[in-house]
């Protein structure tokens, strides 16, 4: 965007809200812009893609995703997002408006900074850092321009346009790399890809810049700085800058190593490590230090690092250019102090400690408002002396339901009483399908719930004539329907089948139909008066009970009245209650025992027989006619 066009800016109301005061600088996406949000009457940043990068959608893309990542982030070191809108052809961000300087600013002033002094200005940079990565962002872009203080002596991080989601975290277009090349870790230059490690090694280099005044990998071109990057290692410190104590030098050789895994894992833990090196230093190390390099001039700041996008796939092997005798003099002269930088970093930190003592006050939103209850929230901001409105919950998949998703001003945004803080509610996490479990055992079923993130809900039971015993039958809500994570979902288990109601049916039909179930039927017979024959007058278990595939049920079916005819023949019922004829039986008083049985069995009665001895003495019954099936019973005698 050249000059003119940007000054026609100034003077508009963008999107009908957001006023345009002044221009505050121009970079290669954007320019940025003072501006009042006339709604909110508050001043603002405006930061507006340049029209000739609106016809590219990748980067049109990447730019809205700018507005999406840092506006997640809600840390008071964290430059914080308000808005992103389109009007007409210019597509832009709106920021908090943060007036000071620059990190950059600073070691122009004053060259370099004192160990201490460099290790208290990593620490709120780090905290910014360290939030974004537990959000799974990259910043990608970690260097002193991106730095900003403000006239409290806040520190915030800037410019999250390169951040990207750690698990996206890819070339954006083939083979080019993005990023300032004096800052790259050695993987941005050969492959393009970046996770939190990479913003530690940029991290890493800032420290030494900040100790040092100047940049560890210094050449002619930035293809050839990048090229150092990859071959050539981060020196510590104290070989530039003698007197560097080896906590600092530690703190930047680990956090630049060429291999990722020996670096801290992230910003928080490299944070950690480098508090713990701060604490270790006397408070008056700075000034001791100064004294003993007895110096009194101003250093003279280290150029400004390349910037450039490059192509990964180009970059040649044989391009490391000797360090000239002018960078070695160059690199011993940043040995010596300023008591003029001592007197501003001193003034510095001060104004960084005085807002961080204050900034738990009610006059700015409270920082820890993300992820409180909202009625605590809410109390907590009344309490303070500020207004507060309840907006539309929206879902979170970081904070949980209930809870303050964001607010607006954002949290450790300065604001003044009486003002309106918006709260916006978490209505838990973004909705999902939920898994088909049905026919699986209760273990494996609610295992695969918990891995897609499910809350688990209550188990209950219910029988069921397709689902086995102890199978799941179904949930609530049903499969593929999509429901917050946050909502539990119920799960339904089969008790086993119902045991039908059979008393009243037919005893051959009620058989098959426990058959047909795959139980297995026992059929017993029974006469009961006043109620039809062949059928079920009882069952076991009874109805309802749930019953499983392979289990024994009892049936028992009314046996058919008697038949008595009047003619030369009598006729009985069978063990099956079904008519047969009375035939005669033959009288075996005498006979042999055995000789006895078969004869009786023979003519298709069954035999008892009892006592001791060889023969027969008596016989019940001993003559006349008897049903073909019924039992007569032998007494045996000597």
């Not at 007409?88 to 002033?109: I, N, S």
């Not at 027969?616 to 073909?628: D, I, K, L, Y």
Request: charged residues 25%; glycine residues 10%; aromatic residues 4%.
């Amino acid at each position: 965007m050249d000059t003119t066009v940007a000054d026609l800016l100034v003077g508009r109301v963008l999107d009908g809200r957001y006023r345009i005061e002044s221009r505050i600088a121009r970079g290669g996406m954007a320019t940025v812009y003072v501006a009042r949000d006339i709604r909110l009457d508050r001043i603002v940043a405006i930061k507006v893609m340049h029209s000739a990068l609106a016809a590219d959608e990748d980067f049109v893309a990447r730019f809205i995703g700018e507005a999406k990542a840092a506006a997640a982030l809600s840390h008071p070191n964290v430059v914080a997002v308000y808005d992103q809108r389109t009007d007409g052809e210019h597509v832009f961000l709106v920021m908090e408006y943060v007036e000071g300087a620059t990190l950059r600013d600073t070691l122009t002033a004053v060259g370099r900074l004192g160990p201490r002094a460099a290790l208290e200005i990593m620490q709120p940079v780090l905290a910014a850092l360290g939030a974004a990565h537990r959000a799974g962002l990259v910043h990608r872009d970690v260097k002193p321009e991106n730095v900003l203080i403000n006239e409290d002596g806040q520190v915030k991080v800037a410019d999250f346009g390169l951040a990207r989601a750690e698990s996206a975290s890819k070339l954006t277009k083939t083979g080019v790399i993005i990023g300032t090349v004096g800052y790259l870790a050695p993987e941005q230059v050969v492959s393009g890809t970046a996770d939190v490690r990479s913003d530690v090694y940029a991290a890493g280099v800032m420290l030494f810049e900040l100790v040092t005044g100047r940049l560890p990998h210094q050449a002619d071109t930035a293809l050839a700085v990048a090229y150092k990057h990859v071959n050539e290692v981060v020196p510590p410190p104290s070989s530039v800058a003698p007197g560097i104590p080896q906590a600092v030098d530690d703190l930047v050789t680990d956090a630049t190593s060429h291999d990722p895994r020996r670096r801290p894992r992230d910003a928080g833990q490299f944070l950690a490590e480098v508090a713990e090196a701060f604490n270790g230093l006397p408070r008056d190390f700075d000034r001791r230090a100064a004294e003993a390099a007895g110096t009194t001039a101003v250093m003279e700041s280290a150029a400004p690092p390349h910037t450039a996008v490059l192509d990964a796939g180009t970059l040649p092997r044989e391009m490391a250019p000797a360090r000239t005798r002018a960078d070695r003099a160059a690199g011993a002269a940043t040995g010596r102090y300023a008591l003029v930088a001592v007197g501003v970093v001193v003034a510095v930190i001060f104004g960084w400690a005085v807002w961080y003592q204050t900034s738990g006050q009610y006059d700015h939103v409270p920082e820890k408002i993300i992820g409180m209850r909202l009625e605590d929230a809410r109390s907590a901001l009344r309490d303070g002396g500020l207004d507060v409105r309840v907006a539309k919950a929206v879902y979170s998949d970081r904070v949980r339901k209930g809870e303050v998703a964001r607010s607006d001003p954002p949290a450790g945004a300065r604001v003044a009483k009486g003002e309106t803080v918006t709260l916006t509610p978490s209505r838990g996490r973004t909705p999902r399908e939920v898994p088909d479990v049905e026919g699986k055992p209760l273990d494996e079923a609610r295992r695969t719930l918990r891995d897609k993130g499910f809350t688990l809900g209550q188990t209950s039971t219910s029988t069921s004539q397709t689902v086995a015993k102890d199978r799941v039958i179904g949930t609530d809500p049903p499969a593929g329907e999509r429901r917050s994570p946050d909502e539990p979902v119920d799960i339904v288990v089969s008790s086993g089948m119902s045991m039908p109601g059979l008393i009243g049916t037919g005893g051959d039909a009620a058989a098959n139909q426990l058959r047909s179930m795959g139980l297995e039927v026992k059929v017993e017979k029974r006469k009961v008066d006043g109620r039809p024959a062949d059928t079920v007058i009882s069952q076991d278990p009874s109805e309802g009970t749930g019953v499983s595939r392979g289990d024994k049920v009892t049936i028992v079916v009314n046996k058919r009245d008697c038949i008595v005819d009047a003619g030369p023949f009598q006729f009985g019922c069978d063990d099956d209650g079904g008519a047969t004829r009375n035939i005669p039986v033959p009288d075996m008083t005498g006979r042999a025992v055995d000789d006895a049985r078969a004869a009786l069995e023979d003519s298709g009665f069954k035999v008892t027989v009892a006592g001791f001895g060889g023969k027969v003495r008596f016989q019940n019954p001993s003559s006349g006619q008897a049903p073909r099936g019924s039992t007569i019973t032998l007494v045996r005698g000597p």
